[in-house]
């Protein structure tokens, strides 16, 4: 069993920056690409971000220049840097990774979601 454990949500003004993070655990022999995704009330989940197990990194257009996604592989951890927050981030955050199970298998996984608030 693989569990994903995420925080670091929380409410912040206009302008403000969070950090969130994204942890694995369980019985993982390597996690290969990681995304960040959000869920905004009423809307669809989007992509947000993405790292891939040597390190590259892809944005959506609407985080480009404001967030940064890394990893730290020693930790099965995954950070998302938000910064120059707006109201439109406003979401219920949530890390996916694809790794290799202790079976073999290549599985997917998602966190539970933790909620980003921007408001004055």
């Known amino acids: 069993q693989v569990q994903l454990v995420e925080s670091g949500g929380g409410l912040v003004q206009p302008g403000g920056s969070l950090a969130l993070s994204c942890r694995a655990s369980g019985s993982i022999v390597t996690i290969y690409t990681v995304g960040w995704f959000r869920q905004a009330p009423g809307k669809q989940r989007e992509w947000v971000a993405q790292i891939s197990s040597e390190g590259f990194t892809n944005y959506a257009d609407s985080a480009k220049g404001r967030f940064t996604i890394s990893r730290d592989n020693a930790k099965n951890t995954v950070y998302l840097q938000m910064t120059s927050l707006i109201p439109d981030d406003t979401a219920v955050y949530y890390c996916?990774?694809?790794?290799?199970?202790?079976?073999?298998?290549?599985?997917?996984?998602w966190g539970q979601g933790t909620q980003v608030t921007v408001s004055s």
């Open positions: 996916n990774i694809a790794y290799l199970y202790s079976d073999a298998q290549t599985k997917n996984a």
